[in-house]
């Protein structure tokens, strides 16, 4: 099992929103991901967070466009420029300060989240802490903060 980061600019898709409505999402897909792998969804600027962790269930699949056209922000977004798609199932939604991008970077992250990529090893332990110790301070839960 590989674990991978995948970035998504808020200004574009809403992922939150769409992974907590229908728990699985259909993602481009540009590098050897393999059915089985982890994805973590990384929000961009403003955010600048990774937001949830997901399965990979199926790679290579043609596009069906689902029911997630809602989420789309930017209408000149087109899925029809790529060529791979995966299918993503969420398996947790976060609303962590400590996945961060300034903590991923002291923990094993070494450039910025701008493509699709492997999740270094130590990145991943980082994560996976980071989630266990986390203990938030409000009632808030996993509000969609781009719905707000």
């Not at 699949?61 to 087109?78: A, H």
């Not at 993503?88 to 903590?103: A, Q, R, T, V, W």
């Not at 990145?123 to 802490?129: A, F, N, Q, S």
Request: proline fraction near 5%; charge should be negative; glycine fraction near 6%.
């Amino acid at each position: 099992m590989v674990a991978w980061l995948i970035p998504c600019s808020p200004s574009v898709y809403d992922a939150e929103g769409a992974f907590q409505e229908y728990g699985h999402v259909v993602w481009h897909q540009n590098c050897k991901m393999q059915a089985g792998d982890i994805a973590y969804i990384y929000i961009s600027a403003p955010i600048k967070e990774i937001c949830c962790k997901c399965i990979i269930e199926d790679v290579d699949i043609p596009l069906d466009v689902g029911d997630d056209d809602g989420y789309v922000i930017d209408e000149m977004f087109s899925l029809k420029s790529y060529r791979r798609f995966m299918d993503l199932k969420m398996i947790e939604i976060y609303d962590n300060p400590l996945l961060g991008l300034s903590f991923l970077k002291m923990n094993g992250l070494g450039s910025p989240i701008q493509g699709q990529r492997r999740a270094p090893q130590a990145l991943v332990e980082y994560i996976e802490k980071a989630v266990k110790e986390w203990k938030p301070n409000n009632a808030l839960g996993t509000e969609n903060r781009l719905r707000a």
